[in-house]
């Protein structure tokens, strides 16, 4: 089986660049449905989320090739709608191909999504927003089908404020019939930027980074160019992973902006930080600092996604740390690795009790979702001695190429 070796406990010098976003790039391919036209992205993350979703893409009908670095979609002709079951269950982000296959295709069928397994993650969210535009839903061998003729706009207020859930509805108004208005929208900026890019294609939406959005639909979509933006997430990463392992490391293309609770607690760890545009030193010297009680919350609080690298660089902190989680049920899967690592955490039902150990020791560990994953990598980097990461195929969902990434700092790590 491969695994990542790592030579944890020296500190970090050097630059990283930070990657397209993820969270950004999969549901701008699924907008890319919507037009009858070619759609050019750039900074598109070369991860594997997106190599499955330019499958399903290309098994709709879509023409899509890498030119250079360049992602061009051509979707004129699409001849299905159905997306395969093989990819559907791979991957959570199948769910968003609904709202854009009901807007152009009036119907679609999804398997039940997949992904991390991070927690129960239905979609009753979903289904009750699109419903609200006329779309009917019916479970059948092959998956969910959704059928919605005639797709009329509609005033619809979430009951929490889902980061998929938001996309759908965005996706399915533009074609719709009519202005939708949604409130209690969530506000994590790939959904601004998901609006930035369909009003680069001649969509018309307006509220972006507000929890309402008013989209105007029916708007003749064209061809369009775009940029996606840095991954926030992956910078977070590298953030509080120079953190913990002491040094000092320029990450480049940062989106700073939307990073705040996150240097927030970063510096109430006491990391050194200084932005310079989209340039964020970080440097860190003696021991980091608890930080006292932490909840992840919906952005612009402390996103989940960084909760268990927080928690694997809380390890070994000085003081007692509570992480609570409030957004999925399942994220502490990585305690006990970290725990045989020497790392002493409490569990008691969504809280985490870190009382940081002056070191974590190298041991083997198993990734099994993607950001507990990625703060495995975290702990091994930091941890005196040599780590094996097994199953770190979960990790390149998300990180473009974590071993170069690591490497540009200075880290001993190869794959075998
Ligand atoms: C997205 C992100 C993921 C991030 C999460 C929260 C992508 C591809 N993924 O996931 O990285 O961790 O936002 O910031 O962008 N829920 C329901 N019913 C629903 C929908 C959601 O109960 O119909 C619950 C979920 O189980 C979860 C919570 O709401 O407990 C948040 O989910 P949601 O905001 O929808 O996250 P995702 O879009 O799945």
Not at 36 to 48: F, Q
Not at 242 to 256: E, K, N, S
Not at 306 to 318: D, G, I, K, T
Request: glycine fraction near 10%; charge should be negative; proline fraction near 4%.
């Amino acid at each position: 089986m491969e695994y990542l070796e790592i030579k944890g406990g020296s500190p970090l010098c050097g630059e990283i660049r930070i990657q397209g976003s993820k969270n950004a790039a999969l549901p701008i391919l699924s907008a890319a449905v919507l037009h009858r036209g070619i759609t050019v992205l750039r900074n598109c993350p070369k991860i594997i989320d997106v190599t499955y979703m330019l499958e399903i893409l290309r098994d709709f009908g879509c023409h899509v090739d890498w030119e250079g670095e360049d992602l061009v979609i051509d979707a004129s002709s699409l001849s299905s709608c159905q997306v395969a079951e093989c990819y559907g269950r791979q991957m959570r982000s199948s769910i968003m191909l609904l709202g854009s296959l009901l807007g152009r295709m009036k119907s679609a069928v999804v398997s039940y999504p997949g992904g991390c397994v991070i927690g129960a993650r239905p979609i009753d969210i979903h289904l009750g927003a699109l419903k609200q535009f006329g779309a009917v839903f019916t479970e059948e061998p092959a998956g969910l089908r959704a059928v919605c003729q005639k797709p009329k706009g509609a005033r619809i207020c979430l009951p929490f404020p889902s980061v998929g859930a938001t996309e759908n509805v965005i996706l399915l108004a533009v074609l719709a019939e009519g202005t939708t208005i949604l409130e209690n929208a969530a506000r994590e900026p790939e959904i601004g930027e998901l609006c930035r890019f369909l009003n680069s294609m001649g969509a018309e939406i307006q509220g972006m980074g507000t929890s309402c959005l008013v989209i105007e639909g029916g708007r003749q979509l064209h061809d369009t160019e775009f940029t996606i933006m840095p991954d926030r997430i992956v910078a977070g990463t590298y953030l509080l992973m120079t953190a913990a392992a002491g040094g000092r490391v320029c990450l480049r293309d940062v989106p700073v902006e939307q990073l705040g609770s996150v240097l927030d607690a970063a510096s109430e760890m006491g990391v050194c930080q200084r932005a310079r545009g989209r340039d964020l030193e970080v440097w860190s010297t003696g021991r980091l600092k608890a930080v006292g009680e932490l909840s992840t919350r919906p952005y612009p609080g402390f996103p989940t996604d960084l909760q268990s690298p927080l928690l694997a660089a809380l390890a070994s902190a000085e003081g007692t740390s509570v992480v609570k989680e409030t957004i999925f049920e399942a994220r502490f899967k990585i305690v006990e690795d970290l725990q045989r690592m020497g790392a002493c955490i409490r569990v008691e039902g969504q809280s985490a009790a870190v009382e940081g150990v002056k070191y974590l020791h190298g041991e083997e560990l198993t990734a099994r979702e993607l950001r507990g994953g990625a703060a495995l990598v975290l702990a091994a980097v930091t941890a005196q001695g040599t780590s094996r990461v097994l199953q770190y195929h979960y990790i390149a969902r998300g990180y473009e190429n974590i071993i170069r990434d690591l490497q540009s700092v200075g880290v001993v790590v190869q794959s075998r």
